[in-house]
């Protein structure tokens, strides 16, 4: 399976180059690629958050470098994309059984700020997943809860999936 992450903080995700997780990709079972999404921004500074239309408290991130990165992302067109969110379908076993069998390719986009601008979701995003009934700083964390889940039932991560 390849699980591609858009963040704006790639450094957050060195667990999954350790244990279980950093094998499996070793092994080729499991390919995970964390894209830093300020990478695809075009303002001279690699800003990614824009203030919210509505004139409400807090940032949103902008879409422009959300959509340059997913796109530039190769056969995006097929792959399910999840946007990490609270207001989401709650995550659960039988969800990461069912991405496990599924999906080939996973793009997995963690927001940050407020959230992303509503026209990247209608866009871009088949489905909006949440790890609780709790709001994180952003979706970084959920999304290695998710990829861990996941890697449990590929063949070959674990001696035993489940």
Same mark, same amino acid.
């Given at each position: 399976?390849?699980?591609?992450?858009?963040? +704006?903080?790639?450094?957050?995700?060195?667990?999954?180059?350790?244990?279980?997780?950093?094998? *499996?990709?070793? @092994?080729?079972?499991?390919?995970?690629?964390?894209?830093?999404?300020?990478?695809?921004?075009? @303002?001279?500074?690699?800003?990614?958050?824009?203030?919210?239309?509505?004139?409400?408290?807090?940032?949103?991130?902008?879409?422009?470098?959300? !959509?340059?990165?997913?796109?530039?992302? &190769?056969?995006?067109?097929? *792959?399910?994309?999840? !946007?990490?969110?609270?207001?989401?379908?709650?995550?659960?076993?039988?969800?990461?059984?069912?991405? *496990?069998?599924? !999906?080939?390719?996973?793009?997995?986009?963690?927001?940050? !700020?407020?959230?992303?601008?509503?026209?990247?979701? @209608? +866009? +871009?995003?088949?489905? &909006?997943?949440?790890?609780? @009934?709790?709001?994180?700083?952003?979706?970084?964390?959920?999304?290695?809860?998710?990829?861990? *889940?996941?890697?449990?039932?590929?063949?070959?991560? +674990?001696?035993?999936?489940?």
């Amino acid at each position: 399976m390849k699980i591609d992450i858009l963040t +704006l903080f790639p450094e957050m995700f060195s667990p999954l180059e350790t244990s279980i997780m950093g094998r *499996a990709k070793k @092994d080729g079972k499991i390919e995970i690629n964390v894209i830093n999404i300020r990478d695809y921004s075009t @303002d001279k500074h690699k800003k990614c958050d824009d203030y919210t239309f509505g004139g409400g408290p807090g940032m949103l991130m902008m879409p422009q470098p959300i !959509y340059d990165a997913v796109t530039a992302i &190769e056969g995006y067109e097929k *792959a399910h994309k999840i !946007y990490m969110s609270p207001k989401g379908r709650v995550f659960s076993q039988g969800l990461s059984r069912q991405y *496990a069998k599924n !999906y080939d390719h996973l793009i997995i986009l963690c927001g940050h !700020y407020e959230g992303v601008d509503q026209r990247i979701i @209608d +866009l +871009l995003i088949d489905e &909006e997943i949440s790890i609780g @009934d709790y709001v994180l700083t952003g979706g970084e964390l959920p999304a290695m809860v998710v990829v861990d *889940a996941i890697s449990r039932h590929i063949e070959g991560v +674990l001696h035993s999936s489940d």
